[in-house]
């Protein structure tokens, strides 16, 4: 019996060590897997600090419970997470002819000879019907009702040069529809131009301003194209308009890159006293951009109003760029780029960077501007340009006439189109916040 009970209590006592050294076993386990995430995520923290995320190309959306049950449906069915981020900026173009375009051309009465493609000649209309599908997440449906409840009581204005402008147009065409005939109107006062939709007591409003600060372009009609002069340390003059606005969404790139300088002035207006010299187009370009964050940072509601800057609007005058004719552009393109990641020669980077770091400057001041970076999947886009269906603001040379591609303009787009898809983003935001 001893001999039985030594032996079993042996049994126990083995059994006990085998226990205990799984239990150390998996402790140091689980010690080894804890210690291997510390690592992983202390060296995540380094690499981002020496490795910054690349701000001027994805700017993540963060929805969270209930709001992006309501804005964005998850193709997979998985339930929403507490905080779910979703880059609504990187995805793909399908074709959608079910439910593209979101208006005719023909129907809305805001349309502009510049950006109507079909009443100059464009008989192939795919352009209209892509869609924009982020990875991972749905783009809300725009609804124009909801958005104009959105905006009631309250002023949205685009600032800055034609392209914002036919983002404006755009807008209007995607909201006439909801409003009666008689219950919307449109002032038109020097650079201001304003949409009312009465019902609402809201306004969509467009402001001529191509350089953001002041410059002898500023008037929206006549304005000269080789001899600019701008005064890239005052913006006053324009921005007495923008002082009690809601929404405020900025463009300013294209007109930076018309030659590599620009005469500059120092001083106002009516200084007699006043300097010109020639400076470097960049140069020039970040100067502005300190002026006009220098504003937003004085001048800005931060209770009232919400701020936008668009992502630079991409060009496509070299067709090699994506394995097309050597010295040929966007004329005669029908389908869009399907490489993803293409970038093309259209898009300055260092002027990308120069807009981030003000954005920085602001947010680090605790002033919060949204970057809608609608580069990347404009830069698929070499099918959607005006090309040679616009109106011609000068008469054609026999040269250009026997060759069209040396007129083609491949920095503004038709519509409906492309700008229709950038309203699209910033309803997203709109409705979100």
């Known amino acids: 019996m001893r001999h039985e009970r030594i032996k079993s209590d042996g049994t126990r006592e083995s059994n006990r060590m085998a226990h205990i050294a ?9 010690r080894s897997i804890f210690s291997s995430l510390v690592v992983l995520l202390v060296g995540t923290i380094i690499f981002a600090a020496v490795y910054p995320t690349r701000n001027d190309e994805k700017l993540p959306l963060i929805l969270t419970g209930r709001d992006r049950e309501s804005l964005f449906s998850n193709p997979a069915g998985m339930a929403p997470s507490s905080v779910t981020l979703c880059d609504v900026f990187s995805g793909r173009w399908v074709f959608d002819n079910a439910s593209r375009p979101l208006y005719k051309e023909g129907e809305c009465k805001y ?21 924009w599908q982020p990875h991972g997440c749905d783009l809300p449906r725009f609804n124009a009702t909801a958005l104009l409840e959105r905006l009631r009581n309250r002023r949205l204005m685009f600032v800055g040069d034609s392209l914002n402008r036919s983002q404006w147009v755009s807008l209007l065409c995607m909201v006439q529809s909801s409003i009666p005939k008689k219950r919307r109107s449109v002032e038109n006062s020097g650079p201001l131009i304003v949409f009312n939709a009465h019902d609402y007591n809201a306004t969509i409003e467009f402001y001529w301003a191509p350089l953001l600060v002041e410059s002898n372009c500023d008037d929206p009609v006549n ?57 470097k ?22 209770s009232k109003t919400q701020v936008f800057f668009m992502g630079l609007s991409p060009t496509h005058e070299r067709a090699e760029d994506w394995g097309g004719i050597a010295g040929h552009n966007c004329y005669e393109e029908t389908e869009p780029i399907t490489k993803e990641g293409y970038r093309g020669s259209g898009s300055d980077r260092r002027m990308m960077q120069m807009l981030q770091k003000a954005i920085d400057k602001l947010r680090k001041r605790d002033l919060n501007v949204h970057v809608l970076n609608i580069t990347q999947l404009s830069e698929y886009r070499k099918d959607a340009h005006s090309s040679i269906h ?21 920095f503004h787009w038709c519509l409906p189109g492309l700008p229709d898809v950038w309203n699209e983003l910033l309803y997203a935001y709109i409705l979100h916040n």
Not at 111 to 121: E, H, K, N, R
């Open 22 to 30: 799984r239990t150390v076993t998996i402790w140091w386990g689980l």
């Open 111 to 131: 349309m502009l000879s510049q950006l109507a493609c079909g009443q100059f000649g464009r008989k192939d209309l795919k352009y209209q019907q892509w869609r």
């Open 223 to 279: 304005h000269p194209i080789d001899d600019r002069i701008v005064r890239v340390r005052d913006i006053g003059k324009h921005a007495r308009y923008w002082s009690d606005v809601d929404i405020l969404v900025f463009d300013s790139y294209l007109w930076w890159r018309q030659g590599p300088k620009i005469k500059v002035s120092w001083g106002s207006a009516a200084s007699p006293d006043r300097k010109y010299e020639m400076v």
């Open 281 to 302: 187009m960049t140069r020039a370009y970040k100067i502005a951009l300190n002026t006009w964050s220098d504003w937003i940072e004085v001048h800005r509601n931060r």
């Open 390 to 410: 616009k109106k011609q603001s000068r008469n054609l040379t026999s040269y250009q006439i026997a060759n069209p591609f040396t007129y083609a303009d491949c």
